[in-house]
């Protein structure tokens, strides 16, 4: 009889116990419903404050199994919830009694032999403006949680949404998280043993930077989670982007893959951080404002370090840049001035503190020139750097003067048919450039320097950069002289350059037996200069003019093949006339000489003009690329 | 492996020998060494790059491209020669009118040039979507920038006029 009561009752029955064990709640319940010996179904309990009428707790239905003799022992067979909604506000710690959860290896009055979630929702938010709302949900299966507080238990949680109040957007979106813990430490020491984060997306802007400029004990400290720790964090494949909304913004991304030990909310806040922290980001691209496919930086590897505390005042200890690329081209220059306009909108007082980087270092790595287009050609030079106390005004935009060291070494450049040994060397970089002009200036020294057969000694290599090109000067000793020389690189489709080379003192001797060895030799020093056009490493036009201010002497090897091969039929005056004149052709001393030469790709005219005591030669070298007479310059005068 | 033909004209050669075969010894020293003034001209064929086939990545025209680096000799000749210069157009303009068969030739060329420029600036326009006198401009700016010293080039002055000076520097 009484069984029969109390199965009709169940409903007010439950009513009074929520009533009784949370008095600032208010509860709502469907139906409780004794479905068979050993069974209570549960349809629609809500929990609400009890003042402000806010949903703290929502569950479409639910199942308790029971025995009797579990019911003796103040234990529960099994507590399977379906769809239950928990939000968790202020208002849900106000219902909760106080001190129910106390001492370390406490449990709670009512235990159950195996609780189960196969889908759960949970809300967290109402902590004020500085503290984010998290939207998630959940799953558990749990056995015997309460048989042993030292028992490892799980909780996977999927599609974690974490906003900044005001910002309708989520700074943070996680895929998974795997939570491992056992009711003594999250009962006892509020302590999470572990949290494996699979992928997600992390947005730094200024929804995060809200929650991190908060006060640190504020409204943070005032609900229980502030003082909960995780033992392990580790998290894998967390994307990380800045946020700029500017269409002319550049995109800032990269995968974080770190582990965390011993995080604890309270002391990110108070203590701070004296943890070090590293963060390793692989592959980190930045892009051009204007051409998402064109690349502006690379970054191979970064390691952040930093503490929370130190992020939390916008500073990170040091960061180190392995093999970063810089792509010199328009992109970069109009990056710059992306970053540099954005700097000159920025009036009144800036929100927060700069952003601070302890130490830079910066090493192996490479320049490569882009063009119009996308053509990219690599600079033979590796750079590292090392600076101190860089301010960053931001993340995305960059501030700080250094100067990147070009690393002595020898490099084999087989493309460009180059061989240099850098001696040292400085790339400096101004960033956003002082003076509105913005420049990447830099200076290589080289010990020695090799193009095809071509080699040069103390050789320097200075270039400025900017939007349009690169702008640059080399010098150093060769045979005994001494060149100079400059270029401009274009960018613009094809790669235009043009370039322009100049000799003093060049001893002759040395030049043409590396030029020509065997088949013509000069003596005497030599001054030229030279200017060429060319798109990419196909050299278009060239033309020059040269002369020798000292007396000299020329001689023609080749002809010796002419003189030891005379048909021994001819006549004796015609071989000796012809012998005379090959010798008088071959060898001949010069006071003066002089020329110039213009050629379009493989076709034009040498032009070699020499007066000595005995006469003077004029030769006339005309380098066709085929046999067609058509074209004027080619026809004989 | 390039086959190259080597010719090689003696225009000014004279010589005398005289044969000796019994008689008086002739004593054929001079009191001041013979001065020899030789000019020659040495052709050099490459017959492995032909002209026409030099053109292994045509421009956005193609055949256009092609013709152009046919001539470019041509064009340099005439520049040498302060002929022509590059307009503002970036177009080529005649600066010296020469009479004659040389004359005919280069207002050819020049014109063949122009419109082979001009097929190529199009299809730039065309395909960059921006208006052709925009292209002409960067065309301009480009052939000027990669002009060599003392070519002669249209240049803007500060006033906002133009007119043709020889490029200098470089």
Known sequence: MTLVVLTRN???????????????????IGDVLYEGPGRLVVHKFVLRDRVSGVELLRVDSGDVVFSFDDLRRRQL??????????????????????????????????AARRIVCDYAEVLYEGFGPTSPSVGLKCAFDWSEPGSDPAKPLGLTAWDIRVSTPGYPEDFLVLDRVDLRFTMRGILGKHEVAGVDVVGGRLVLGAALQQILSGPPSSSQSAHPAATWKISRLVLGGLGVRFEDKRETAANISFQIHTTLTDLSLSEAAGEIGGREQTVEIADMEILSPYDPLTKVFTLRRVFLKFTLGGLLHNELAG??????????????????????????????????????????????????????????????????????????????????????????????????????STKEGDL??????????????????????????????????????????????????????????????????????????????????????????????MTGPLDFKLQMDAFGRRIERVKGKFGAPKPGHMNIGKLDDLLANIPGTWSN????????????????????????????????????????????????????????????????? | METKTMKIFFPAATLALVSGCAAPTVNLSTAEPIKVDISMRLDVYDHNRQTGARSASPGPAGEPETRRRNRMADIQNFKNSRLVGEGRDGLLSIRVDTPGEVGEYVRKTVADENL???????????????????VQAEQSS?????????ELIETEAPDGTFSWTAKSGG
């Open chain 1, 77 to 110: 067979g099994e507590i399977r919830l379906v769809h239950p909604v928990i939000r968790i506000s202020p208002g849900l710690f106000r219902i909760l009694p106080s001190g129910g959860v106390g001492g370390e290896g406490s449990l709670p009055p009512w």
């Open chain 1, 10 to 28: 169940l409903t007010r029955i439950a009513k009074w116990a929520v009533q009784r064990s949370l008095p600032a709640a208010k509860a709502e």
């Open chain 1, 428 to 521: 400096r970089f101004a960033y956003p450039p002082e003076k509105n002009e913005n420049n990447l200036v830099g200076k290589v020294f080289f010990d020695k320097l090799r193009w095809r057969q071509y080699e040069s000694s103390d050789a320097w290599l200075s270039a400025t950069f900017d939007r349009s090109g690169i702008n640059g000067g080399f010098g150093g000793r060769a045979y005994g002289g001494y060149l100079k020389g400059g270029f401009s690189f274009l960018f613009e489709e094809n790669a235009p350059w043009i370039g322009w080379l100049s000799g003093n003192k060049i001893d002759l001797a040395r030049f043409t037996g590396v030029i020509a060895p065997q088949n013509f030799r």
């Open chain 1, 319 to 420: 960061v180190t840049i392995l093999q970063p690329t810089i792509y010199v081209g328009p992109d970069l220059f109009w990056y710059m001035e992306d970053a540099q306009s954005r700097l000159a909108e920025k009036t009144g007082p800036a929100p927060g503190p700069s952003w601070k980087i302890g130490t830079l270092k910066v090493d192996d790595g490479h320049l490569v020139v882009g063009s119009g287009g996308r053509a990219k050609y690599g600079i033979p030079l590796g750079f590292h750097a090392d600076a101190q106390d860089i301010a960053l005004d931001n993340l995305a935009t960059l501030k700080f003067q250094t100067a990147f060291h070009i690393l002595p070494g020898t490099t084999a450049f087989p493309g460009y048919q180059l061989v240099v």
């Open chain 1, 573 to 637: 005056l015609k071989k000796s006339g012809t012998r005379l004149v090959l010798e008088t052709l071959r060898d001949f001393d010069y006071t003066k000489a002089g020329g110039d030469f213009w050629f379009v790709e493989n076709q034009g005219i040498l032009g070699l003009k020499l007066q000595g005591p005995l006469g003077s030669r004029n030769f006339e070298v005309v380098l066709h690329a085929d046999e067609s007479r058509e074209g004027r310059w080619k026809q004989k005068p």
């Open chain 2, 142 to 150: 480009l052939w000027q920038k990669r002009s060599f010293e003392g």
């Open chain 2, 116 to 134: 082979d420029r001009m097929a190529l600036m199009k299809a730039i326009a065309e395909k960059g979507q921006k208006s052709l006198p925009d």
